[in-house]
């Protein structure tokens, strides 16, 4: 990705500090900004010369984003802008000032209830019955992938990237790596130990990945499923329990919401590895009428008179 004289573009050293999951929708959010201000597409934003970006640019830019696009779509093109603003500095072809007053345009606030669909306990339930019906070995390997992505609220791809070395079935933890920003955590998945005990069973002991193909005879592939694979298993499994249009992601979001029903959001942002708190804020499905049955419990006096 150099160039022939050595020397690392912004927009290359940018995507090179990403993870390997989030270096696609970066690049194509450089081609967006690129396109915007050139006025043409262009096949390889990383050439373009992003040390001459100015505060001008920036704002304009803002404003262009927040009139077509939605919020989210919105703030992670702003951050692949000032990332690239960023690395043009490091690299010397920018002075601190000039990448400073580029970089400085806010965010879009917004407050929006994620797409998707949140399950019930009786959906819930009725989508592990419909995997665990399949056949052999595939009915536990995909009970199993369930139980990663609810009980530990994990992404499709940190599912998939799960080795058995990762998975302690002793205090019921699996390692996590290879999510968002390369950061690794430790998830508490001990609710799920009826459900993946089948499968370490059917699986075996052999070291690699955790959840392995199985191909239409029902027998063991020993390669690690993919993501589409993950996608594959919850929309099929879904069609089975009536859940039609089922994504992997509507695991995690129903994860997080009944966490944070009884949990502190702190800790439902470790466990689900968001860098940011108001991101974990997003997923709160809970109606209004929670928030005044929790009003209501509060008391003053021995009495027990309300406030």
Known sequence: MARADGVLRPGESYLRRLSASGRGAQR????????????????????????????????????????????????????????????????????????????????????????????????????FEAARRGE?????????????????????????GVDLADVDAVRWEVRVTGGKGDKERLVSIAPAAPWLGPWLRARGQDQGPFLL?????????????????????????????????????????????????QGDVLLVQRHLGHEHTETTRIYDARPDAAVAALVGRLRVGAGGAHV
């Not at 992003?50 to 927040?66: I, K």
């Open 136 to 160: 052999g070995v595939r009915g536990a390997r995909d009970v199993a992938l369930l139980a990663l992505l609810f009980f530990g609220g994990l992404r499709r791809a940190e599912a998939a």
């Open 213 to 261: 193909g199985v191909d239409r005879r029902g027998d063991l592939v020993w390669r690690r499923v993919s993501s589409a694979t993950v996608g594959r298993v919850v929309l099929v499994a879904g069609e089975r329990a009536g859940l039609e249009g089922l994504r992997p992601h509507d695991l995690r979001r129903t994860c997080c919401s009944r966490l944070l029903e």
């Open 28 to 127: 194509c959010a450089l081609g967006l900004i690129a396109r915007w201000w050139l006025g043409r597409p262009v096949k390889d934003p990383c050439r373009l010369a992003w040390w001459r970006w100015s505060y001008q640019d920036s704002a304009r830019l803002r404003e262009y984003l927040a009139a077509e696009f939605a919020p989210a779509t919105a703030n992670r093109t702003l951050s692949a802008l000032r990332g690239v603003l960023r690395e043009a500095w490091r690299l010397g072809r920018m002075d601190r000032e000039a990448f400073e007053r580029a970089a400085d345009v806010p965010g879009i606030r917004f407050r929006r209830r994620p797409r998707g669909r949140l399950l019930s306990e009786v959906e819930l339930d009725s989508l």
